[in-house]
């Protein structure tokens, strides 16, 4: 078990290598030559310019004046001086709410640790059970720790009530500022979206599960649909072609044009050798060849086949999917369609808002949706046993942190790990460290299953991938570090007692891996946030770039890696701070101070990273704050729950039915929530579009509309390409019938088998 001098040590580990990431970074952003690594958003926006590089040749690549270092902390001020207002207009909602989430973290856990110190920490302290509760359980190792905990207190003492005490207040006060937070980031995002600059999703809805149609293409099929059933606000579409293999080209082409640039510039540096390569795999083994002919003869031929590709998917009509992008004459036609169902069949003609054109997944869209329910129940069970699978290696991260046990198993050891700094080192950051290596890999196996589920947007995509890994982090490393923690230490008495002994073992358990999760904390929390403002891997990847690939001015400026705030990865580890803050709150409050440094020291790292240098990929709106909101209610449930279980093993069973309000009231309060606010993230009031329509009308009386929204949802392949994209005509727009070529039925049913139950009868018209 660590000791206070074992996360002494870690702390100090911790501590230096943030201070030396953060000293690091002070010093490369002042440099030139790194200015597009470290102010990358400010490039894309075209408002800063390469520094001033007149005077001698050195000052291209290093910055000589000393004023400079001297003033090497001023980003600190830079970085807290932006208003929100402007923080909005500069970055995006998304970002701007994402920064909200460390000051969530601040306005819950300071007031927490607060009273938790005043109250609960001289109570466990006092509490004179320690020496008891080691003698009583020799095969667990308590450390100092433990007299800062709960398990100090003595069994059916009175001192418990003063911990169902503050498990209310602390219950109270966070279900408070989840409200208030809830009801601001709302009006945040309903005044974003009334006030935000015209978009091309604002007036488009993407449709989904077309019925295929013996007498009209599924452009024509959609034309006439929406032309019967929206006359006075359908405005024209784009229907959706599976160009999955022209994508594959298009950016094998680019990582050819790419190898071409590389080898012409090592030949410019070099006129009298040629450059070669080998003709294998990845130019590792084969026949030595001319590289500057090898890649130009590849991209020629590369070239041919890109567009008989492009013609073929636009020409055939199997290559079109049953989806279209529908665009309306207005925000209010929009949402109507958006948000009613068109059919009396709920599964066809389905319709949604479109994501933003940077937000759409093309891959997914020629997913037949017929496969979509099948798909997420394969992943459901892949991602079943994915957790449990890492299991093996959370339980080996926890063998490192009892190194009294690897001494009783391993005896030949113990002459190594009772050394001082060894012990130290083993128990105090080793791991915090192992864990977080194993973590690396496992949100790019998430995001692939999340493709293979078939959502249509990068932000939805996202999403579920954000809510696997809090699965994931909540059941292994919280769940798992204390279950796999406590069954090593003891095995024997696990496989030889009762399952209803075994709460009272993990109850114990759950203040004893206080010390764990604090070094956890300062490894990732500090050390690695520290780290991530320095950009070690952008820094490089810039450079070689700007020696091998770099040959203009816009070259340069593709190099740049602003890189954005990785909501998949970022977002379910700050719910695990939530969750080790809230559980631990009554537990071992002395955990409280190093979850609020984390909450400062992120607060101001990523306001700078949003500030200088993510460019996110899309915007949404802050429409993930219900997810932030119901993961952190579920954490706070958590708590309640491993508090009930503690208590339990404290012969406090009177105490049972107060605390099991607890959750009840939890509950209650999400749902409450959820009626109040979840629908102002799902769904766009129809009174706001009209006033945002008719001030628009009013602004902007000669708008072309068409114009704007024509090839807005475009497949990315085909912008600039040699083959033009053809949709149906668009007619005259105050025709008041409507061209089909359907003989026999009447309507648009036709093809739903969901038509009027009144005869068809023929004709080439349908009336408006």
Same mark, same amino acid.
């Given at each position: 078990?660590?000791?206070?001098?074992?996360?002494?040590?870690?702390?100090? &580990?911790?501590?230096?290598?943030?201070?030396?990431?953060?000293?690091?970074?002070?010093?490369?952003?002042?440099?030139?030559?790194?200015?597009?690594?470290?102010?990358?958003?400010?490039?894309?926006?075209?408002?800063?310019?390469?520094?001033?590089?007149?005077?001698?040749?050195?000052?291209?690549?290093?910055?000589?004046?000393?004023? %400079?270092?001297?003033?090497?902390?001023?980003?600190?001020?830079?970085?807290?001086? !932006?208003?929100?207002? *402007?923080?909005?207009?500069?970055?995006?909602?998304?970002?701007?709410?994402?920064?909200? &989430?460390?000051? +969530?973290?601040?306005?819950?856990?300071?007031?927490?640790?607060?009273?938790?110190?005043?109250?609960?920490?001289?109570?466990?302290?006092?509490?004179?059970?320690?020496?008891?509760?080691?003698?009583? !359980?020799?095969?667990?190792?308590?450390?100092?720790?433990?007299?800062?905990?709960?398990?100090?207190?003595?069994?059916?003492?009175?001192?418990?009530?003063?911990?169902?005490?503050?498990?209310?207040?602390?219950?109270?006060?966070?279900?408070?500022?989840?409200?208030?937070?809830?009801?601001?980031?709302?009006?945040?995002?309903?005044?974003?979206?009334?006030?935000?600059?015209?978009?091309?999703?604002?007036?488009?809805?993407?449709?989904?599960?077309?019925?295929?149609?013996?007498?009209?293409?599924?452009?024509? #099929?959609?034309?006439?649909?929406?032309?019967?059933?929206?006359?006075?606000?359908?405005?024209?579409?784009?229907?959706?072609?599976?160009?999955?293999?022209?994508?594959?080209?298009?950016?094998?082409?680019?990582?050819?044009?790419?190898?071409? @640039?590389?080898?012409?510039?090592?030949?410019?540096?070099?006129?009298?050798?040629?450059?070669?390569?080998?003709?294998?795999?990845?130019?590792?083994?084969?026949?030595? @060849?001319?590289?500057?002919?090898?890649?130009?003869?590849?991209?020629?031929?590369?070239?041919?086949?890109?567009?008989?590709?492009?013609?073929?998917?636009?020409?055939?009509?199997?290559?079109?999917?049953?989806?279209?992008?529908?665009?309306?004459?207005?925000?209010?036609?929009?949402?109507?369609?958006?948000?009613?169902?068109?059919?009396?069949?709920?599964?066809?003609?389905?319709?949604?808002?479109?994501?933003?054109?940077?937000? $759409?997944?093309?891959?997914?869209?020629?997913?037949?949706? $017929?496969?979509?329910?099948?798909?997420?129940?394969?992943?459901?069970?892949?991602?079943?046993?994915?957790?449990?699978?890492?299991?093996?290696?959370?339980?080996?991260?926890?063998?490192?942190?009892?190194?009294?046990?690897?001494?009783?198993?391993?005896?030949?050891?113990?002459?190594?790990?009772?050394?001082?700094?060894?012990?130290?080192?083993?128990? /105090?950051?080793?791991?915090?460290?192992?864990?977080?290596?194993?973590?690396?890999?496992?949100?790019?196996?998430?995001? *692939?299953?999340?493709? &293979?589920?078939?959502?249509?947007?990068?932000?939805?995509?996202?999403?579920?991938?954000?809510?696997?890994?809090?699965?994931?982090?909540?059941?292994?490393?919280?769940?798992?570090?204390?279950?796999?923690?406590?069954?090593?230490?003891?095995?024997?008495?696990?496989?030889?007692?009762?399952?209803?002994?075994?709460?009272?073992? $993990?109850?114990?358990?759950?203040? %004893?891996?206080?010390?764990?999760?604090?070094?956890?904390? %300062?490894?990732? /929390?500090?050390?690695?946030?520290?780290?991530?403002?320095?950009?070690?891997?952008?820094?490089?990847?810039? #450079?070689?770039?700007?020696?091998?690939?770099?040959?203009?001015?816009?070259?340069?400026?593709?190099? !740049?890696?602003?890189?954005?705030?990785?909501?998949?990865?970022?977002?379910?580890? +700050?719910?695990?701070?939530?969750?080790?803050?809230?559980?631990?709150?009554?537990?071992?409050?002395?955990?409280?101070?190093?979850?609020?440094?984390?909450?400062?020291?992120?607060?101001?790292?990523?306001?700078?990273?949003?500030?200088?240098?993510? #460019?996110?990929?899309?915007?949404?709106?802050?429409?993930?704050?219900?997810?932030?909101?119901?993961?952190?209610?579920?954490?706070?449930?958590?708590?309640? @729950?491993?508090?009930?279980?503690?208590?339990?093993?404290?012969?406090?069973?009177?105490?049972?039915? +107060?605390?099991?309000?607890?959750?009840?009231?939890?509950?209650?309060? #999400?749902?409450?929530?959820?009626?109040?606010?979840?629908?102002?993230?799902?769904?766009?009031?129809?009174?706001?579009?009209?006033?945002?329509?008719?001030?628009?009308?009013?602004? *902007?009386?000669?708008?072309?509309?068409?114009?704007?929204?024509?090839?807005?949802? !475009?497949?990315?392949?085909?912008?600039?390409?040699? $083959?033009?994209? %053809?949709?149906?005509?668009?007619?005259?727009?105050?025709?008041?019938?409507?061209?089909?070529?359907?003989?026999?039925?009447?309507?648009?049913?036709?093809?739903?088998?969901?038509?009027?139950?009144?005869?068809?009868?023929?004709?080439?018209?349908?009336?408006?």
């Amino acid at each position: 078990m660590a000791t206070v001098s074992d996360i002494t040590v870690s702390a100090a &580990i911790n501590s230096l290598s943030a201070l030396l990431f953060l000293v690091a970074f002070a010093i490369l952003r002042l440099q030139p030559v790194n200015d597009r690594v470290y102010f990358p958003k400010w490039y894309l926006k075209g408002i800063r310019e390469n520094p001033s590089t007149a005077g001698p040749y050195v000052k291209k690549f290093v910055n000589l004046d000393v004023r %400079m270092y001297l003033r090497f902390l001023n980003w600190v001020p830079a970085a807290l001086r !932006m208003p929100e207002p *402007e923080l909005i207009d500069h970055a995006g909602l998304d970002s701007a709410v994402y920064i909200r &989430i460390y000051l +969530l973290g601040l306005k819950i856990f300071v007031p927490i640790a607060l009273l938790a110190f005043g109250v609960l920490l001289p109570v466990n302290y006092t509490g004179g059970n320690f020496n008891t509760m080691s003698d009583d !359980m020799k095969d667990l190792a308590f450390g100092e720790i433990d007299k800062f905990s709960i398990s100090n207190v003595p069994p059916a003492s009175k001192r418990l009530i003063a911990h169902i005490l503050m498990a209310y207040v602390f219950t109270f006060w966070t279900c408070y500022v989840l409200y208030k937070e809830y009801k601001i980031v709302t009006d945040m995002r309903l005044h974003f979206l009334a006030s935000q600059k015209r978009r091309a999703d604002q007036f488009t809805v993407l449709v989904r599960n077309v019925p295929s149609d013996p007498d009209e293409s599924v452009s024509e #099929h959609v034309d006439h649909f929406f032309r019967v059933n929206h006359p006075d606000q359908y405005f024209l579409h784009k229907v959706v072609h599976n160009a999955n293999k022209l994508a594959q080209m298009v950016e094998q082409k680019k990582d050819l044009q790419n190898r071409l @640039i590389y080898y012409t510039n090592k030949h410019e540096r070099n006129p009298n050798k040629r450059p070669t390569t080998k003709a294998g795999f990845w130019g590792l083994w084969g026949k030595k @060849i001319d590289a500057i002919d090898y890649y130009t003869q590849e991209i020629e031929k590369l070239s041919i086949e890109e567009l008989a590709e492009r013609e073929r998917v636009i020409d055939d009509p199997k290559s079109v999917v049953p989806a279209a992008f529908v665009s309306f004459r207005s925000r209010w036609g929009a949402a109507v369609c958006a948000q009613t169902q068109q059919t009396r069949n709920p599964t066809r003609w389905l319709t949604d808002w479109a994501p933003e054109p940077r937000d $759409v997944y093309w891959n997914n869209l020629a997913i037949p949706f $017929v496969e979509l329910n099948l798909r997420k129940l394969i992943m459901a069970v892949a991602l079943f046993g994915l957790t449990f699978c890492f299991m093996v290696p959370i339980a080996i991260v926890q063998t490192l942190a009892n190194i009294e046990y690897i001494g009783k198993v391993l005896p030949f050891l113990k002459p190594l790990i009772n050394k001082g700094s060894v012990k130290s080192f083993i128990q /105090g950051f080793l791991p915090g460290i192992v864990l977080k290596i194993f973590l690396l890999v496992l949100p790019m196996i998430l995001m *692939e299953m999340s493709k &293979i589920e078939g959502y249509v947007a990068f932000s939805a995509l996202e999403a579920r991938s954000a809510g696997k890994y809090h699965l994931f982090l909540l059941v292994n490393v919280f769940f798992g570090s204390i279950i796999t923690g406590t069954a090593l230490q003891q095995l024997k008495e696990f496989l030889k007692q009762s399952p209803s002994q075994m709460p009272e073992t $993990v109850g114990v358990s759950i203040p %004893m891996k206080a010390t764990f999760f604090i070094t956890y904390i %300062m490894v990732d /929390g500090w050390a690695g946030v520290a780290a991530e403002i320095l950009r070690v891997v952008p820094l490089v990847i810039y #450079h070689l770039k700007n020696i091998f690939l770099v040959k203009t001015e816009k070259d340069r400026d593709e190099a !740049m890696d602003p890189g954005s705030l990785l909501w998949p990865i970022t977002e379910p580890r +700050l719910q695990l701070y939530f969750l080790l803050g809230l559980v631990y709150s009554t537990v071992t409050p002395i955990l409280l101070p190093f979850i609020i440094v984390f909450f400062s020291f992120a607060y101001l790292v990523f306001r700078h990273q949003v500030i200088n240098v993510y #460019h996110q990929k899309y915007e949404s709106a802050a429409s993930y704050w219900p997810g932030v909101h119901h993961r952190i209610l579920i954490g706070l449930i958590i708590s309640q @729950i491993t508090l009930l279980g503690l208590l339990s093993t404290k012969e406090a069973a009177n105490s049972t039915p +107060l605390l099991l309000a607890l959750p009840i009231l939890t509950l209650w309060f #999400h749902r409450f929530c959820k009626k109040r606010f979840e629908s102002a993230f799902s769904k766009f009031p129809l009174q706001d579009a009209m006033i945002k329509d008719t001030l628009e009308r009013a602004t *902007e009386p000669q708008l072309d509309l068409k114009a704007y929204l024509k090839d807005a949802y !475009m497949h990315p392949v085909f912008k600039g390409g040699e $083959v033009e994209m %053809m949709d149906v005509e668009e007619e005259d727009d105050d025709h008041y019938l409507v061209a089909t070529k359907r003989s026999s039925r009447r309507g648009s049913q036709a093809g739903t088998q969901e038509g009027s139950p009144e005869d068809r009868t023929g004709g080439i018209y349908a009336a408006v």
